[in-house]
Every structure is written in structure tokens, then in C-alpha cells.
């Protein structure tokens, strides 16, 4: 089965960066696209980046461009969320999810396969 394992969040400073990691298993995972979304206290879910299934392509919401940065190691199955320069509305539970989910999340609506998720908190 599907599984989606996140790691890598913790507490920052603003401006601080952090390394955000997913583990996939249980499917093809050089063949899909990958999503990262997020879900702040008392909001919905927030699509964040996705990427291409080789690297070549990637998207970032506008709250994010410039300052988050997704990659890939499909040897390794593993997605990766490089973020920098990081504020406090950057708060939040860190999810990875297997596909395209940007339409998926801004209709409402969870992605069919996602992880546990990890939370990143970004406070002085």
C-alpha cells in the first residue's frame, strides 16, 4: 500500500531554514508528480509545490516562491522541501502527497494519498 512517511520539522527562528524529507513506498515513485501542502492552526489544507516525476518541472504557491525549494532522488524514493528564510505564517503541518493535489485542495478537498505529516513551528 500507499505510504508517505514526512520527517525533518522542528522549531525555528524566523529567517532560520529547515529541511523537509518524505519517504515514499508502495507505488512507482519515479513515475509520479509530488505535492507538498500544508495546513496552518484553524485553516484548511494550503497547497504548497509540486514537482515533476524527474525533477525537471516544479510549481510553488506565490506565499512560498523564492524561499521554499523542492527536489527529488528517485534512487532514494524520497521527496525533499529545502525551505529558507522562513516566518512565522510559515507555521504549520507539513504534508507530502503522491500526484497533483493543487486543484484537489483549493476545491476543499483532501488528496486521496498523503503522510501523517510534520509540523513545523516558526517563532522567536
Known amino acids: 500500500q500507499v505510504q508517505l512517511v514526512e520527517s525533518g520539522g522542528g522549531l525555528v527562528q524566523p529567517g532560520g531554514s529547515l529541511r523537509l524529507s518524505c519517504a515514499a513506498s508502495?507505488?512507482?515513485?519515479?513515475?509520479?508528480?509530488m505535492s507538498w501542502v500544508r495546513q496552518a492552526p484553524g485553516k484548511g489544507l494550503e497547497w504548497v509545490s509540486d514537482?515533476?516525476?524527474?525533477?525537471?518541472?516544479?510549481s510553488y504557491a506565490d506565499s512560498v516562491k523564492g524561499r521554499f525549494t523542492i527536489s527529488r532522488d528517485n534512487a532514494k524514493r524520497t521527496l525533499y522541501l529545502q525551505m529558507n528564510n522562513l516566518k512565522p505564517e510559515d507555521t504549520a503541518v507539513y504534508y507530502c502527497?503522491?500526484?497533483?493535489?493543487?486543484?484537489?485542495?483549493?476545491?476543499?478537498?483532501?488528496?486521496?494519498?498523503w503522510g501523517q505529516g510534520t509540523q513545523v513551528t516558526v517563532s522567536s
Open positions: 502527497a503522491k500526484g497533483l493535489v493543487r486543484r484537489t485542495v483549493v476545491a476543499g478537498l483532501k488528496p486521496d494519498y
Open positions: 508502495g507505488f512507482t515513485f519515479s513515475t509520479y508528480f
Open positions: 514537482i515533476n516525476s524527474d525533477g525537471g518541472r516544479t
